[in-house]
């Protein structure tokens, strides 16, 4: 059984940063691919960075340039540094790990961006 804990979340003004993190219990972590997606209210998840086992990664197209998307399998952690953060930005932020025939994920932490 995997279980995924993100933090990290909270208000931030237009332009700053946050760094969020989400750690996983087990010994599978390193093997497996981990996403970041996020929901804002009344719309649906989306994808918003990726990284495979062995570290590439891949963003969506509204993030790229501003979040950065990294793992340290030693930690069992994977975290998304959001730099120049938009008010469009906020949402509740999930972590997921891709395992085929598992549904894996945390229970969010939420961003929101605001003056």
């Known amino acids: 059984q995997v279980q995924l804990v993100e933090s990290g979340g909270g208000l931030v003004q237009p332009g700053g940063s946050l760094r969020l993190s989400c750690a996983a219990s087990?010994?599978?972590?390193?093997?497996?691919?981990m996403s970041w997606y996020r929901q804002a209210p009344g719309n649906q998840r989306e994808l918003v960075a990726r990284i495979t086992s062995g570290g590439r990664t891949n963003y969506a197209d509204s993030v790229k340039g501003r979040f950065t998307i990294s793992r340290d399998n030693a930690k069992n952690t994977v975290y998304l540094e959001m730099k120049d953060l938009k008010t469009e930005d906020t949402a509740n932020y999930y972590c997921?790990?891709?395992?085929?025939?598992?549904?894996?994920w945390g229970q969010g932490t939420q961003v929101t961006v605001s003056s």
């Open positions: 997921n790990l891709e395992r085929p025939g598992y549904d894996y």
């Open positions: 087990g010994s599978i972590f390193r093997r497996h691919a």
